[in-house]
């Protein structure tokens, strides 16, 4: 059993020859397609079921986003199967760190991209080439901070 788990942990894990795995690029835009309708429906339901306000309505949809991704993430993309809470707490500081950090760069990286002039609308909307540029920066750093540092797997020792 115990060796089952090691060779899924393995599975698709290429970090020590530096080559990137396509199966494990495509389980992570799957889970972040699905983070993405957590996000949407949870906001939706806060806002519209709950009555809850915008503000409030957000900030609990992107912490039910960010734990559900956490989760996702942990199992099915990068295969860390460890549940010691040493070693759960400091994935989970690090990974809420990074989505802070992501979340920063979205938040201020919109508004400046459209002052620089990439205000041009994208599905009749003012500045959404602007949105979809950082959002495509933010997934791709999402996905580095993931793999070269949350979900890290150290080399195996000879």
């Known amino acids: 059993m115990e060796e089952e788990k090691q060779t899924a942990a393995d599975n698709g894990r290429s970090a020590a ?14 889970m972040g ?25 957000n900030i609990l949809s992107w912490v039910c986003a960010v734990i559900f991704a956490y989760l996702t993430n942990k199992v099915w993309v ?3 199967y460890s549940w010691k809470i040493g070693f759960v707490l400091r994935e989970v500081a690090l990974f809420i760190s990074a989505r802070l950090v992501t979340g920063v760069i979205e938040m201020a990286g919109v508004p400046l991209l459209v002052k620089a002039g990439l205000n ?3 599905f009749g909307v003012k500045g959404m080439l602007a949105k979809v540029a950082v959002s495509i920066l933010v997934v791709i750093l999402n996905y580095v ?3 070269l540092i ?7 020792q000879a």
Do not use: C, P
């Open 150 to 156: 949350i979900f890290r797997k150290k080399e195996k």
């Open 17 to 30: 020859s530096g080559r990137m795995d396509l199966g494990e690029v495509i389980r992570y835009l799957v």
């Open 33 to 57: 397609g699905l983070t993405t309708l957590v996000s949407w429906g949870t906001y939706a339901l806060f806002a519209r079921n709950l009555g809850m306000g915008i503000t409030v309505s």
């Open 120 to 122: 041009q609308k994208l």
């Open 145 to 147: 901070f993931s793999k």
């Open 78 to 80: 990068f295969h860390s």
